[in-house]
C-alpha cells in the first residue's frame, strides 16, 4: 500500500509538473508563472532611493547620459546628443512599458493572434484590411530619409533594444509570463505603428454609409432638415466669429457630382459606427493681461481611454539645443504635449473628416482591375500573413489596393457582394514626427507655425503660448481639397469628381493669434463659423464643453495656474442649464406618482453640477439618452441597416424651436405623439430604470455610483491589475469630461515666464508594473482634481528637495 501510495504521488507530480509546464488552448503555461525563480514573485521593484547612484554600461552609446528621477518616478534625462538622448528615452520607456509599447504595436500591425491565439484573428483581419502595415511602411520610409528623425528613430530603438537585450526570463514584464512569450526587439516602424494607431483612434472612422441610408430612405429634404452643416441652436467656434481669411483660397472642387444619386447600399451593415463617448479633450491659453504673472498661461487635458498603465509617460529630455519638459507616447521619441523654457504648447482632436469610403466596382471576382473614369483601371495585391497561436500555417489573405486605399468586402443579404475602398489619412505619406521634434526646441511663434506645416495628421488643434506673451491656436494637419460635404455620404469609387483634389495649404489651415478676447480655447466642437472657405467637416463635438469653457475664460482676470486647474475639474453641466427647465415645465403639466415626483423635486432644486455626491445628474443623464431614443428611434433604429441619428443640437432646437415637429410622433404607435408625451414617458423610463439597477432612491443613485468610472489594465481581463472604485463627477459634455471609461488622460497646466513653472498629472503612475510602487501612485491626486508641481531642472546637479536616485549610462 504505501509502495502503491508512492508510486501515485510521483505520478501525480510528474503529471502536475507536466500540465504546468505547457500551455492549455489560449491559457499559457503556469508553471513559469508560479516558480520563484522566474515567476510573477520576481517582478516586485523598491522606491528609488535619494542619494542612490547607478551606473549602467550599455552598448551603443555614444556619450554619458546623465539621469535624476524625482519623487515620483519621472526620469529627468541629460544627454550630450540627440541620439543619446532618445537612446535614454527608449531605454528608459521600455524599462517602465514595455509590454505596453508591444501590444499596441501588435494591435495596429495586426499581429495580436500571435500571442493571444484565433480569439483575435478579427482584429488582426482588420487591422491588415485597413492597410495600417501598408500607412506605417510609407511613413517609415520618409522619417528615415530625413536625418534629424533617423537619429531619433535609431537612437530611441536601439535604448529599447538595450533594456530588452539584458533581460532574463525572471525580469519579463508579469504580462509576459501571463501570456507566455517573450519581447522582442523593437524596430523603428514600431514607432510608426505607434504612430497610426493613435491615428486610428482620433480619425478612424465614419458615418458615412449611415448618411447615405437616411439618404436612401429620406430623401435630401429631410438631410437639409435634421443633418445641417453647421449647430442650429448654439455653437461657439473654436476660431472666434469674425476672424479674418487674411489669404486667397484655392478654387473649390464644383459640387457637380452630387451624392445624391440613388446608389448608395441600404442592408449591408449590422450596426453604426459611434464614436466612442468620451473621446475629445480641451486646451485654452490666456493672454498676460489675463495672466497675474504677467504672462500667458496655457492648459491641456486630452480625453482618451483611461487605461493602466497610463497612455501617457512623463519625461524631462535635455541636450545642449533642447530642455524640454512633458508626455511622450510610450514608443514614439520626444515630448509630444508639453512646454520648454520659451513655449508651451498642447493638444486636440480636431475629428476631420479624413476618413471616406468608396464603392468600388470590379471586372470580376480576381479584382484585378475595377471601374474608374470609364475605364478598367488596374489594381494591385498585397499578401497579408497573420501567424495564429497553436496554428501551424498562417492564415492567408490577399488585400486588394485601388488608387482610393484598401478595399474590404461585405456580403450583403439583399445585394450580394459590396466593396469598398477606404481613402484615410493614415495612409498618407509624411514626417509628423517632425512637428514635435521642432516643437521641443522651439523659441517662439514663428518656431512653432514652421513646425505645425510638417504634420500629416491626425488633424490637431494646436494651442500654443510663449514668452514673447503670444498665445495662438490653429486647427491644423493635412487636411484634403473637397467640395462642400464630399464624405458625407458613401462615394463613388469610379468617378474622378469624387476624388480628393489636393491639399488645403498649411498657412490657410484655420488659426488665431493674440485674439482681442484675451484667449483661444478648442474642445472638439466646430473649427469656425460657416465663412471658412473650405470644408473640414460636416459635424463636430457638441458644443457644451467649449459654451463653458469660454464663458470662464471671458470673466477670467488675474488668473494663475490654479485658476485653470480649477476649470479643468468644472463639473458644470450647460445641456441641464439649456434643455432642463423646458423639460421640467412639461413634467409640471401632468401628476406624478411619489416616486417621479420625488426624482422630479431633485432636479428642480439641481444647481447643474455633476458633482460626485449628486443624485440628480444620475437622474438627468439616464433621461436625455432616453429622451433622444423616443424620438428617433421609430424612425432611425432600423433592423434594415443602420441610420445616423440628428444630432444633440438638432434635438434640442427642436424641442425648444420647434415643440410641434412632426418627428414627435412614434410612427410605430396607432396614438399620435407629442413633444409632453414623450417627454414624460422618457422621464418615467428612467427613473424607472434606475430604480431596477439601484434600487429605490438613495445613496446608490449618487452620479459617481451610477456613472461607476472605470480604469482598466490594458488586457481589459486582468481585473486585479484594474484600478480601485473612484468616486468621480463630471461626464460627458462637461469640461471635466470623465465618463464610464474615458476622460482627462493628462492634465497640464503651465505658467509661462524667465523660469516657468507647470504642473500636471495623469490617473495611474510612471510604471506599467503592478508591483512596482509607481503603478497607482498620481491615481490619488488625480481623482481630487489635484496636480503635481512638475520638476523642471536645467542642470543634472541642480538641487531639489524632490529628486531621488541618479543613473549614469555609459558606453561599454
Same mark, same amino acid.
Given at each position: 500500500?504505501?509502495?502503491?501510495?508512492?508510486?501515485?504521488?510521483?505520478?501525480?507530480?510528474?503529471?502536475?509538473?507536466?500540465?504546468?509546464?505547457?500551455?492549455?488552448?489560449?491559457?499559457?503555461?503556469?508553471?513559469?508563472?508560479?516558480?520563484?525563480?522566474?515567476?510573477?514573485?520576481?517582478?516586485?521593484?523598491?522606491?528609488?532611493?535619494?542619494?542612490?547612484?547607478?551606473?549602467?554600461?550599455?552598448?551603443?552609446?555614444?556619450?554619458?547620459?546623465?539621469?535624476?528621477?524625482?519623487?515620483?518616478?519621472?526620469?529627468?534625462?541629460?544627454?550630450?546628443?540627440?541620439?543619446?538622448?532618445?537612446?535614454?528615452?527608449?531605454?528608459?520607456?521600455?524599462?517602465?512599458?514595455?509590454?505596453?509599447?508591444?501590444?499596441?504595436?501588435?494591435?495596429?500591425?495586426?499581429?495580436?493572434?500571435?500571442? %493571444?491565439?484565433? =480569439?483575435?484573428?478579427?482584429? @488582426?483581419? $482588420?487591422?491588415?484590411?485597413?492597410?495600417?502595415? /501598408? *500607412?506605417? #511602411? !510609407?511613413?517609415?520610409?520618409?522619417?528615415?530619409?530625413?536625418?534629424?528623425?533617423?537619429?531619433?528613430?535609431?537612437?530611441?530603438?536601439?535604448?529599447?533594444?538595450?533594456?530588452?537585450?539584458?533581460?532574463?526570463?525572471?525580469?519579463?514584464?508579469?504580462?509576459?509570463?501571463?501570456?507566455?512569450?517573450?519581447?522582442?526587439?523593437?524596430?523603428?516602424?514600431?514607432?510608426?505603428?505607434?504612430?497610426?494607431?493613435?491615428? %486610428?483612434?482620433? =480619425?478612424?472612422?465614419?458615418? @458615412?454609409? $449611415?448618411?447615405?441610408?437616411?439618404?436612401?430612405? /429620406? *430623401?435630401? #429634404? !429631410?438631410?437639409?432638415?435634421?443633418?445641417?452643416?453647421?449647430?442650429?441652436?448654439?455653437?461657439?467656434?473654436?476660431?472666434?466669429?469674425?476672424?479674418?481669411?487674411?489669404?486667397?483660397?484655392?478654387?473649390?472642387?464644383?459640387?457637380?457630382?452630387?451624392?445624391?444619386?440613388?446608389?448608395?447600399?441600404?442592408?449591408?451593415?449590422?450596426?453604426?459606427?459611434?464614436?466612442?463617448?468620451?473621446?475629445?479633450?480641451?486646451?485654452?491659453?490666456?493672454?498676460?493681461?489675463?495672466?497675474?504673472?504677467?504672462?500667458?498661461?496655457?492648459?491641456?487635458?486630452?480625453?482618451? #481611454?483611461?487605461?493602466?498603465?497610463?497612455?501617457?509617460?512623463?519625461?524631462?529630455?535635455?541636450?545642449?539645443?533642447?530642455?524640454?519638459?512633458?508626455?511622450?507616447?510610450?514608443?514614439?521619441?520626444?515630448?509630444?504635449?508639453?512646454?520648454?523654457?520659451?513655449?508651451?504648447?498642447?493638444?486636440?482632436?480636431?475629428?476631420?473628416?479624413?476618413?471616406?469610403?468608396?464603392?468600388?466596382?470590379?471586372?470580376?471576382?480576381?479584382?484585378?482591375?475595377?471601374?474608374?473614369?470609364?475605364?478598367?483601371?488596374?489594381?494591385?495585391?498585397?499578401?497579408?500573413?497573420?501567424?495564429?497561436?497553436?496554428?501551424?500555417?498562417?492564415?492567408?489573405?490577399?488585400?486588394?489596393?485601388?488608387?482610393?486605399?484598401?478595399?474590404?468586402?461585405?456580403?450583403?443579404?439583399?445585394?450580394?457582394?459590396?466593396?469598398?475602398?477606404?481613402?484615410?489619412?493614415?495612409?498618407?505619406?509624411?514626417?509628423?514626427?517632425?512637428?514635435?521634434?521642432?516643437?521641443?526646441?522651439?523659441?517662439?511663434?514663428?518656431?512653432?507655425?514652421?513646425?505645425?506645416?510638417?504634420?500629416?495628421?491626425?488633424?490637431?488643434?494646436?494651442?500654443?503660448?510663449?514668452?514673447?506673451?503670444?498665445?495662438?491656436?490653429?486647427?491644423?494637419?493635412?487636411?484634403?481639397?473637397?467640395?462642400?460635404?464630399?464624405?458625407?455620404?458613401?462615394?463613388?469609387?469610379?468617378?474622378?469628381?469624387?476624388?480628393?483634389?489636393?491639399?488645403?495649404?498649411?498657412?490657410?489651415?484655420?488659426?488665431?493669434?493674440?485674439?482681442?478676447?484675451?484667449?483661444?480655447?478648442?474642445?472638439?466642437?466646430?473649427?469656425?463659423?460657416?465663412?471658412?472657405?473650405?470644408?473640414?467637416?460636416?459635424?463636430?463635438?457638441?458644443?457644451?464643453?467649449?459654451?463653458?469653457?469660454?464663458?470662464?475664460?471671458?470673466?477670467?482676470?488675474?488668473?494663475?495656474?490654479?485658476?485653470?486647474?480649477?476649470?479643468?475639474?468644472?463639473?458644470?453641466?450647460?445641456?441641464?442649464?439649456?434643455?432642463?427647465?423646458?423639460?421640467?415645465?412639461?413634467?409640471?403639466?401632468?401628476?406624478?406618482?411619489?416616486?417621479?415626483?420625488?426624482?422630479?423635486?431633485?432636479?428642480?432644486?439641481?444647481?447643474?453640477?455633476?458633482?460626485?455626491?449628486?443624485?440628480?445628474?444620475?437622474?438627468?443623464?439616464?433621461?436625455?439618452?432616453?429622451?433622444?431614443?423616443?424620438?428617433?428611434?421609430?424612425?432611425?433604429?432600423?433592423?434594415?441597416?443602420?441610420?445616423?441619428?440628428?444630432?444633440?443640437?438638432?434635438?434640442?432646437?427642436?424641442?425648444?424651436?420647434?415643440?410641434?415637429?412632426?418627428?414627435?410622433?412614434?410612427?410605430?404607435?396607432?396614438?399620435?405623439?407629442?413633444?409632453?408625451?414623450?417627454?414624460?414617458?422618457?422621464?418615467?423610463?428612467?427613473?424607472?430604470?434606475?430604480?431596477?439597477?439601484?434600487?429605490?432612491?438613495?445613496?446608490?443613485?449618487?452620479?459617481?455610483?451610477?456613472?461607476?468610472?472605470?480604469?482598466?489594465?490594458?488586457?481589459?481581463?486582468?481585473?486585479?491589475?484594474?484600478?480601485?472604485?473612484?468616486?468621480?463627477?463630471?461626464?460627458?459634455?462637461?469640461?471635466?469630461?470623465?465618463?464610464?471609461?474615458?476622460?482627462?488622460?493628462?492634465?497640464?497646466?503651465?505658467?509661462?515666464?524667465?523660469?516657468?513653472?507647470?504642473?500636471?498629472?495623469?490617473?495611474?503612475?510612471?510604471?506599467?508594473?503592478?508591483?512596482?510602487?509607481?503603478?497607482?501612485?498620481?491615481?490619488?491626486?488625480?481623482?481630487?482634481?489635484?496636480?503635481?508641481?512638475?520638476?523642471?531642472?536645467?542642470?543634472?546637479?541642480?538641487?531639489?528637495?524632490?529628486?531621488?536616485?541618479?543613473?549614469?549610462?555609459?558606453?561599454?
Amino acid at each position: 500500500m504505501k509502495f502503491f501510495k508512492a508510486v501515485l504521488t510521483v505520478i501525480l507530480t510528474i503529471g502536475l509538473v507536466y500540465a504546468l509546464n505547457r500551455p492549455w488552448g489560449p491559457v499559457p503555461a503556469l508553471g513559469p508563472f508560479l516558480s520563484p525563480f522566474t515567476g510573477f514573485w520576481q517582478n516586485g521593484e523598491k522606491i528609488y532611493e535619494p542619494n542612490e547612484e547607478i551606473v549602467l554600461k550599455l552598448d551603443s552609446l555614444r556619450e554619458e547620459v546623465i539621469i535624476r528621477f524625482d519623487d515620483i518616478g519621472v526620469p529627468h534625462i541629460f544627454a550630450k546628443n540627440d541620439f543619446d538622448l532618445f537612446y535614454a528615452q527608449g531605454y528608459l520607456t521600455a524599462k517602465d512599458r514595455l509590454w505596453q509599447m508591444d501590444i499596441q504595436t501588435r494591435a495596429a500591425s495586426g499581429r495580436l493572434s500571435e500571442i %493571444l491565439g484565433p =480569439a483575435t484573428l478579427e482584429m @488582426d483581419k $482588420n487591422s491588415r484590411r485597413l492597410g495600417m502595415a /501598408y *500607412g506605417a #511602411e !510609407v511613413n517609415i520610409k520618409i522619417a528615415l530619409s530625413d536625418p534629424k528623425s533617423r537619429e531619433a528613430l535609431l537612437g530611441y530603438s536601439a535604448g529599447v533594444n538595450a533594456f530588452i537585450s539584458q533581460l532574463s526570463p525572471k525580469d519579463y514584464p508579469v504580462e509576459y509570463k501571463l501570456l507566455g512569450y517573450k519581447p522582442e526587439l523593437w524596430k523603428p516602424i514600431n514607432t510608426m505603428y505607434m504612430l497610426e494607431q493613435m491615428t %486610428l483612434t482620433l =480619425a478612424g472612422r465614419s458615418n @458615412d454609409l $449611415n448618411m447615405s441610408n437616411v439618404l436612401k430612405k /429620406y *430623401g435630401n #429634404e !429631410v438631410i437639409k432638415d435634421l443633418f445641417p452643416d453647421y449647430p442650429m441652436l448654439q455653437e461657439s467656434p473654436i476660431i472666434p466669429v469674425g476672424t479674418a481669411w487674411d489669404f486667397k483660397p484655392l478654387p473649390i472642387p464644383d459640387d457637380k457630382h452630387s451624392e445624391s444619386k440613388d446608389s448608395v447600399l441600404l442592408n449591408e451593415f449590422s450596426k453604426p459606427e459611434m464614436k466612442p463617448e468620451g473621446i475629445g479633450s480641451n486646451n485654452w491659453a490666456i493672454s498676460a493681461e489675463k495672466s497675474i504673472t504677467g504672462y500667458p498661461i496655457l492648459a491641456n487635458d486630452p480625453h482618451l #481611454e483611461l487605461t493602466l498603465p497610463s497612455i501617457w509617460y512623463q519625461v524631462q529630455l535635455h541636450s545642449p539645443d533642447v530642455n524640454v519638459y512633458g508626455v511622450s507616447l510610450p514608443g514614439i521619441p520626444s515630448v509630444i504635449i508639453g512646454f520648454n523654457q520659451n513655449v508651451a504648447w498642447g493638444v486636440t482632436n480636431v475629428d476631420a473628416d479624413v476618413y471616406d469610403r468608396y464603392k468600388i466596382t470590379f471586372k470580376d471576382t480576381s479584382q484585378s482591375s475595377y471601374w474608374y473614369d470609364n475605364q478598367w483601371k488596374p489594381a494591385r495585391k498585397r499578401e497579408e500573413l497573420i501567424y495564429i497561436k497553436g496554428k501551424a500555417e498562417p492564415y492567408r489573405e490577399q488585400v486588394t489596393y485601388t488608387h482610393h486605399g484598401p478595399v474590404t468586402k461585405y456580403n450583403d443579404e439583399l445585394t450580394g457582394s459590396v466593396y469598398l475602398a477606404t481613402k484615410w489619412i493614415g495612409h498618407e505619406p509624411g514626417n509628423s514626427f517632425l512637428t514635435f521634434y521642432e516643437l521641443n526646441k522651439a523659441k517662439d511663434y514663428d518656431d512653432y507655425r514652421n513646425a505645425l506645416a510638417k504634420y500629416v495628421g491626425p488633424a490637431q488643434n494646436f494651442v500654443f503660448a510663449d514668452n514673447g506673451k503670444n498665445i495662438a491656436m490653429t486647427v491644423n494637419g493635412k487636411l484634403p481639397l473637397k467640395r462642400k460635404d464630399q464624405g458625407k455620404f458613401l462615394l463613388d469609387g469610379s468617378s474622378p469628381d469624387d476624388d480628393w483634389k489636393g491639399w488645403i495649404p498649411a498657412d490657410q489651415n484655420p488659426f488665431v493669434k493674440n485674439p482681442t478676447r484675451g484667449f483661444v480655447s478648442s474642445a472638439n466642437q466646430s473649427s469656425t463659423d460657416p465663412s471658412y472657405p473650405y470644408y473640414i467637416n460636416w459635424i463636430f463635438a457638441p458644443a457644451e464643453r467649449g459654451i463653458r469653457i469660454n464663458e470662464r475664460l471671458e470673466k477670467m482676470n488675474s488668473a494663475n495656474a490654479d485658476s485653470l486647474r480649477i476649470l479643468q475639474n468644472d463639473n458644470y453641466n450647460v445641456l441641464a442649464r439649456t434643455i432642463l427647465p423646458k423639460l421640467l415645465s412639461i413634467l409640471e403639466t401632468t401628476p406624478l406618482n411619489s416616486t417621479y415626483k420625488a426624482a422630479q423635486q431633485v432636479l428642480t432644486e439641481w444647481n447643474y453640477q455633476n458633482s460626485p455626491e449628486k443624485i440628480a445628474p444620475s437622474i438627468f443623464e439616464e433621461w436625455l439618452p432616453a429622451l433622444r431614443n423616443a424620438v428617433w428611434n421609430d424612425e432611425f433604429d432600423s433592423s434594415e441597416a443602420p441610420l445616423a441619428f440628428p444630432s444633440r443640437d438638432r434635438l434640442l432646437y427642436m424641442i425648444l424651436k420647434q415643440p410641434d415637429a412632426k418627428w414627435f410622433d412614434n410612427v410605430k404607435t396607432p396614438k399620435k405623439e407629442t413633444l409632453a408625451d414623450i417627454t414624460i414617458s422618457s422621464f418615467k423610463a428612467a427613473v424607472d430604470t434606475l430604480n431596477a439597477r439601484h434600487g429605490a432612491m438613495s445613496p446608490s443613485w449618487q452620479w459617481s455610483e451610477v456613472k461607476d468610472t472605470e480604469i482598466r489594465h490594458l488586457s481589459r481581463s486582468l481585473k486585479p491589475f484594474n484600478a480601485p472604485h473612484l468616486k468621480l463627477g463630471g461626464g460627458t459634455g462637461i469640461v471635466n469630461a470623465i465618463t464610464k471609461r474615458n476622460g482627462p488622460s493628462w492634465r497640464m497646466v503651465v505658467e509661462l515666464g524667465p523660469t516657468p513653472k507647470a504642473y500636471g498629472i495623469f490617473p495611474g503612475g510612471q510604471s506599467g508594473n503592478p508591483g512596482s510602487p509607481y503603478y497607482l501612485n498620481l491615481l490619488e491626486k488625480w481623482e481630487k482634481g489635484e496636480l503635481n508641481e512638475l520638476v523642471y531642472l536645467s542642470s543634472p546637479d541642480q538641487q531639489n528637495k524632490r529628486l531621488t536616485s541618479r543613473v549614469i549610462l555609459k558606453k561599454k
